[in-house]
T-cell receptor, first 114, second 110 residues
Framework: DGGITQSPKYLFRKEGQNVTLSCEQN?????MYWYRQDPGQGLRLIYY???????QKGDIAEGYSVSREKKESFPLTVTSAQKNPTAFYLC?????????????FGDGTRLSIL | KQEVTQIPAALSVPEGENLVLNCSFT??????LQWFRQDPGKGLTSLLL?????REQTSGRLNASLDKSSGRSTLYIAASQPGDSATYLC?????????FGAGTTVTVRA
């Protein structure tokens, strides 16, 4: 079955530690996205990538980094510079990086601070 | 900056009643609007997508309308069931990204 796989489902971060969230898709989609969801708020865009080896900052990129070395993979690193990392992180993809394309979502990773 | 608002934040209805969920947005220059369902601790499942040139979309018991000029969309769920209990999010597409509302959490009482 085609889809988006996020791992791990739950992740805990210690003070000063960087952690990496995995996102893999087998939909052959060009574009991939990372969103953050906080209770009572809508999803906010962290980073997006319209094509391999290219990515752009979203609305809340500070304290995060990404890479897009392969079409199917778009890992997100939450760095120690992100002072409030506790949230639910969602990865999405779309066939092309154009605004008229529907986005498909993974099941998310919940990140907490130890 | 695009702002998306969903009212009410929460809704509780008895089984069988029709649901009406509202979504408003401030900038009418959108490509499409999507309605998503989110179960607790889960990702988003796309329910309906309405292109900016369309007025409505239907899928089974779900019907979504779009009035781009007034910046409004409504999701109707007919004959609600306990399995419809979830959070419903709307999102508008513009500038290569989606802007989301905070969602309406629906509880359908058996």
């Amino acid at each position: 079955d085609g889809g988006i796989t996020q791992s791990p489902k739950y992740l805990f971060r210690k003070e000063g530690q960087n952690v990496t969230l995995s996102c893999e898709q087998n939909l052959n989609h060009d574009a991939m996205y990372w969103y953050r969801q906080d209770p009572g708020q809508g999803l906010r865009l962290i980073y997006y990538s319209q094509i391999v080896n290219d990515f752009q900052k979203g609305d809340i990129a500070e304290g995060y980094s990404v890479s897009r070395e392969k079409k199917e993979s778009f890992p997100l690193t939450v760095t120690s510079a992100q002072k409030n990392p506790t949230a639910f992180y969602l990865c999405a993809s779309s066939a092309r990086g154009q605004a008229d394309q529907p986005q498909h979502f993974g099941d998310g990773t919940r990140l907490s601070i130890l | 900056k695009q702002e998306v608002t969903q009212i009410p934040a929460a809704l509780s209805v008895p089984e069988g009643e029709n649901l009406v969920l509202n979504c408003s947005f401030t900038d009418s220059a959108i490509y499409n609007l999507q309605w998503f369902r989110q179960d607790p601790g889960k990702g988003l499942t796309s329910l309906l997508l309405i292109q900016s040139s369309q007025r409505e979309q239907t899928s089974g018991r779900l019907n979504a309308s779009l009035d781009k000029s007034s910046g409004r969309s409504t999701l109707y769920i007919a004959a609600s069931q306990p399995g419809d209990s979830a959070t419903y999010l709307c999102a508008v597409s513009h500038d290569y990204k989606l802007s989301f509302g905070a969602g309406t959490t629906v509880t359908v009482r058996a």
